[in-house]
């Protein structure tokens, strides 16, 4: 019955131990998880705000593409930054839908 009992503690000391490093390795994954997605929604406010600015770009290319292409005396980043995102946004596809329009 000794002998017995220490086995059971020999494999309780052994199963214990696998636990604890399971659940640190666990803990590690999710520290990873967690700095993945921060850098995820990070990424994703960028590219929402290039696309911002791609439209706003696509907008005064449309309106006056000579001085688009010769370069304007007016401050370029002025033109470029974005204001008040829906009315700009709305703005701006009309604008390049009747440019469009325009040249069919």
């Known amino acids: 019955m000794g002998s017995f009992m220490w086995a059971l503690i020999v494999l309780a ?5 696998y636990i604890i490093d399971y ?6 994954w999710q520290t990873k998880s967690s700095r993945t997605e921060d850098d995820l929604d990070e990424m994703r406010t960028l590219l929402h705000q290039m696309k ?4 706003n770009l696509e907008a005064i290319a449309a ?27 709305e703005e701006n596809r009309r ?8 040249q069919r």
């Open 23 to 28: 659940q640190k390795n666990k803990m590690k």
């Open 63 to 89: 309106a006056d593409p000579e001085e688009f292409s010769s370069g304007s005396k007016r401050d370029p980043l002025q033109q470029i930054e974005i204001d008040d995102e829906e009315s700009i946004k």
């Open 95 to 102: 604008s390049v839908s009747n440019k469009a329009k325009k």
């Open 13 to 17: 000391a052994i199963v214990g131990g």
């Open 52 to 55: 911002k600015r791609i439209e």
